[in-house]
């Protein structure tokens, strides 16, 4: 075991609240990103992008919250999900904010504004992503080995 | 020296009413101490007296010989079970039982030990992921005894701790802190008003009455040498059978009956000669087949025993017989009483005489 075994077993009982944070600071900015480009709407040109981008926004929020209540827990699978949600938040500095700068529809600062927004989500997201992955695997390994921590004598 | 000694405690509110009347006790270091009387004698007060949730009129408190009388509840170091638990609803086991070592800023990793053992003692450690709504009544009360063991306090306080409890779980626990206070050899003072929880439990009972200790004592001492009226009407299921006779040079005499006096109970009650005094003796003392009429009330099987509620003339008494007895009601049976087991009060001032 890497860590200090009580360290590992208080898992058993504590959740994770510094993954949980995490998703939650990527959701926030997530936010930032989708108030802003929205807030830009007389430079925005209206297409099925829009809508899109709107369902896409209302999804990725629901999904991340979930997830951040699941990675709270040590569920590994959904540090999977918050991964591939970072990953894609990347991505998408390249689908709208980049098609309307290089259409010149949005202004530079608006360009560099929202991919910050969506840089900084995606961070956050990647971090919640491998500190979970990492605490639930540990976890996992410690209730599998059935390693008992020594018992103290002050109670 | 005594672990924890109380001297002199008074309790008087505002409102002038005095609640606890000065109130004497030593508690020895692993002593299991009761305080065991009817509704509004005092004891809560006295126990939350000692925990500083109510301030000490007149007195001292003395805890492993420091004066504690003026510090706060918090720096006291005692640990108090509410009757009704007083979980934290939105708090977990573990996080209920640690709650009051993370307030202190212990070490985080020996809190976890901390709780883990006590989880461990009190049969909880499939628990501690739970919130209370989730446990039964029996399990919180063991979550709130485990929130005060964690803190591995100099005293712990139980108030009413298995009142809330259904009495198949009422037993359960009292063995259950029975067992504990063997563990632990901890130090406790438990209020009560069950007579029987007090008998099981106590290393030493303190019985109380409007405020006015009646009776320090062991449960033995408390059950067969009563102090008073009182005690002797209180400790003990069913009470003690308390009858008026009048005292003869050599016996005792009501209506129904004379009993001759041996030399011990002669002396005892020579200042007496011709006066009345109040007769007791507990059921489980009055045998079948005397020579005493007593005419049957109610027939009470309990399966090993049966009470016989009866009239002797127009006096209300109960006998215990061990076997399963078939009496109706009037039927006129033959009783007779153990005279070992005898105990004479004072009619005026209700003291035992001795």
């Known amino acids: ?62 999904i991340v919250f979930l997830s951040a209540e699941e990675v709270k827990a040590y569920q590994r699978r959904y540090s999977y999900v918050l991964f591939v ?66 018992p103290t004598e002050e109670v | 020296m005594p672990k924890v000694e109380l001297i002199g405690l008074k309790k008087i509110y505002d409102n002038n009413v005095q609640a606890v009347y000065d109130f004497n006790l030593e508690i020895e270091e692993g002593e299991f101490v009761v305080l065991v009387g009817p509704s509004g004698c005092g004891k809560t007060t006295t126990l939350r007296m000692v925990a ?19 510090i ?8 108090f079970v509410f009757q009704d638990y007083a979980l934290y609803a939105h708090m977990t086991v573990y996080q209920n039982m640690a709650f009051s070592l993370v307030l202190r800023k212990e070490n985080s990793n020996l809190i976890h030990k901390k709780v883990l053992a006590a989880a461990e003692i009190l049969g909880l450690t499939e628990q501690l992921n739970k919130k209370p709504k989730q446990l039964s009544g029996g399990q919180r009360q063991r979550v709130a005894i485990g929130r005060a063991i964690v803190r591995n306090p100099k005293l712990f306080l139980f108030d009413e701790p298995l ?12 063995r259950e802190l029975l067992l504990l206070h063997k563990k632990l050899n901890a130090t406790i003072i438990y209020v009560t008003h069950d007579q029987m929880e007090a ?26 040498k009563p102090n008073n009226l009182f005690v002797a009407n209180f400790i003990g299921l069913p009470p003690m059978n308390l009858l008026d006779v009048e005292v003869k040079r050599n016996a005792i005499s009501s209506p129904l009956f004379e009993i001759p006096l041996d030399l ?32 049957v009330w109610v027939n009470e099987n309990l399966g090993q025993s049966t009470l016989i509620h009866g009239y002797l003339k127009n006096q209300k008494i109960i006998c215990k017989f061990k076997r399963w007895a078939n009496y109706q009601v009037d039927d006129i049976i033959k009783i007779g009483f153990d005279f070992e087991n005898i105990h004479f009060f004072d009619k005026e001032t209700t003291m035992a005489i001795r």
């Open chain 1, 1 to 62: 075991m890497p860590r200090d075994l009580v360290a590992i077993d208080k898992m058993k009982y504590k959740k994770d609240s510094l993954a949980f944070a995490l998703c939650i600071f990527g959701l926030l900015a997530n936010v930032l990103y989708f108030f802003t480009l929205y807030r830009n709407n007389d430079n925005h040109y209206y297409t099925y992008q829009m809508g899109i981008s709107v369902i896409y926004n209302l999804l990725f929020m629901l």
């Open chain 1, 85 to 150: 949600l970072g990953v894609i938040q990347i991505f998408r500095i390249f689908y709208i904010p980049k098609q309307a700068y290089d259409a010149e529809i949005m202004t530079a600062q608006n360009y560099r504004t929202l991919s910050i927004y969506l840089i900084i989500s995606s961070v956050f997201l990647i971090l919640a992503a491998v500190r979970s992955f990492w605490n639930s695997t540990l976890l996992k390994r410690y209730i599998e080995s059935n390693l008992k921590i020594p």
């Open chain 2, 52 to 70: 500083g949730l109510e301030d000490i009129t007149d007195g001292r408190l003395i805890i492993d010989g420091n004066d504690i009388t003026a």
């Open chain 2, 72 to 79: 706060p509840p918090k720096d006291r170091d005692i640990a």
């Open chain 2, 163 to 174: 009142s809330n409890l259904d009495a198949k779980l009422r037993n359960a626990m009292r």
């Open chain 2, 199 to 224: 008998l099981t439990l106590a290393d030493k009972i303190v019985c109380m009455s409007m405020g006015y200790v009646q009776q320090i004592g062991t449960p033995l001492e408390l059950y067969y």
């Open chain 2, 264 to 295: 011990h109970h002669q002396k005892s009650l020579k200042d007496y000669v011709g006066k009345k005094v109040v007769m007791g003796i507990r059921a489980e003392h009055i045998y079948e087949q005397g020579d005493i009429p007593l005419k």
